[in-house]
Structures are given as C-alpha cells and as structure tokens.
C-alpha cells in the first residue's frame, strides 16, 4: 500500500493554483511578517493582504503562514 507524506510537507506541483498576487504576499511574508508592510509595498489594503493569505492557506492546505513559506521554500517559490 503506497502512503503519502502529509500535505504540509508534500512538494506542490509548481502550478499549485496561486495567483501571481498571492505569490507576492507570501514572497514578502517571507521578509516582511507585518500585514501593513506588506500591503504599503503593494499598494492595497490590510484587508486585501488578510485575503490573499486566507486564499493560500486554503490553496496549499496549511493554516498559518509560517506553515505557507515553508511550502514555498519546499516548491522553490520563494528564495
């Protein structure tokens, strides 16, 4: 019987359903831990950076985002 490694440190395909925005905040979630640093560099709101992490949380199946940057260190997503 083939077993899975769980989701959170299972490799994601590099086309894991992020949007190009969501893969902005998570870079920077990486360097920047503060929501309102975040989305003073991209110009948007607070809220809006709040649901694009809700948005990968849910894409990539993990529930924090430290969780989250260590799947895009794992996929090579972030450097």
């Known amino acids: 019987m083939k077993t899975h490694p769980p989701k959170k440190t299972?490799?994601?395909?590099?086309?894991?359903e992020l949007t190009?925005?969501?893969?902005e905040v998570l870079k920077l979630a990486a360097q920047?831990?503060?929501t309102k640093q975040i989305a003073?560099?991209?110009f948007i709101?607070?809220?809006t950076v709040e649901t694009h992490?809700?948005?990968?949380?849910k894409k990539l199946e993990v529930?924090?985002?430290t969780d989250a940057i260590m799947v895009g260190?794992?996929?090579k997503w972030i450097d």
Request: charged letters at 40%; hydrophobic letters at 35%; a positive charge.
């Open 63 to 65: 529930d924090n985002i």
């Open 40 to 42: 003073e560099l991209l």
């Open 20 to 23: 190009v925005r969501e893969l």
């Open 73 to 75: 260190i794992r996929n």
């Open 32 to 34: 920047k831990p503060k």
């Open 45 to 47: 709101s607070p809220a």
């Open 10 to 16: 299972r490799k994601l395909k590099p086309t894991a």
């Open 53 to 57: 992490k809700a948005r990968i949380y």
